[in-house]
């Protein structure tokens, strides 16, 4: 079984673990397994989906880009490295 150590751990929160694992007739290190079980246990809520399009699907291409695209030979031979290094010294 694996070891957590909590460094800084409040002297309070250390005092209520303490009471409510006797209260619960347990251990402090059952005390705080049963305690992480059961937060852990909630499920989280699902977010909700995204209808439409996503953002990559409807960005827009640099018009260098797209022009390049589209003078390229069918074999995709074109060099994207050396069109974004031509962008980016054009700025």
């Keep these: 079984m694996a070891t957590l150590v909590i460094e800084s ?3 309070s929160l ?8 006797a209260a619960h007739r347990r251990s402090v290190p059952q005390e705080t ?5 059961k937060a852990l246990a909630v499920t989280p809520p699902i977010p909700p989906v995204r ?4 953002y990559w699907g409807t960005r827009r ?3 260098s880009l797209e022009a390049a695209l589209r003078s ?8 994207s490295t050396r069109i ?3 962008e980016r010294d054009a700025r």
């Design 9 to 11: 751990f409040p002297e």
């Design 14 to 21: 250390r005092t209520r673990l303490e009471q409510t694992a």
């Design 84 to 86: 974004i290094s031509d």
């Design 72 to 79: 390229a030979p069918s074999d995709h031979s074109i060099d």
């Design 51 to 54: 209808s439409g399009p996503s």
């Design 61 to 63: 291409v640099l018009p």
């Design 33 to 37: 397994i049963h305690l992480l079980e």
